[in-house]
């Protein structure tokens, strides 16, 4: 397994970078969960991107949002692993980088996400819990759970 990972400022990114980020975002959020949304919401410019390589592949990828952009404790999102690195553990690998980042660049606190339901055990297992209805967000239940530090 030759991994590696790097986290860049929206500024910091290459356009390689992001023409990668997006077109994974994309594959998945769009073509693969058949959702048709717009995935450039104007929150990449204020996060930070966590990007999971396998070799010089993007495998996998999260967005690290400050307090305040989404919800008023910091948050992971945008999680996606690529269909080649699904089963391999890069999801988990993804979000203990990812909750590590966020305390880094972000501070102390919980942090939020809003998780599609079918992934609750998942995080569950990261230490995060529900809190709240369960809501649907472009044909997608979700609902969003917490994770104290």
Do not use: W
């Not at 569950?124 to 809190?131: A, I, Q, R, T, Y």
């Not at 809501?135 to 969003?144: F, N």
Request: some cysteine.
């Amino acid at each position: 397994m030759n991994l590696s990972h790097t986290v860049k400022a929206f500024d910091e990114l290459t356009i390689y970078e992001l023409y990668d980020l997006l077109k994974l975002r994309s594959e998945v959020f769009v073509v693969e969960q058949n959702c048709v949304f717009l995935d450039q919401d104007d929150k990449d410019q204020k996060c930070h991107h966590l990007m999971l390589y396998e070799g010089n592949h993007l495998v996998g990828y999260s967005r690290l949002v400050p307090p305040g952009l989404s919800y008023s404790e910091m948050s992971i999102g945008r999680v996606v692993t690529s269909p080649e690195g699904r089963g391999k553990g890069y999801g988990r690998i993804l979000m203990d980088l990812s909750i590590q980042y966020c305390h880094q660049f972000l501070g102390d606190g919980p942090i939020r996400i809003g998780a599609q339901t079918y992934a609750l055990g998942f995080y569950s297992s990261l230490g995060f819990v529900s809190d709240g209805e369960v809501y649907d967000e472009d044909g997608i239940e979700h609902v969003e759970m917490i994770r104290q530090n």
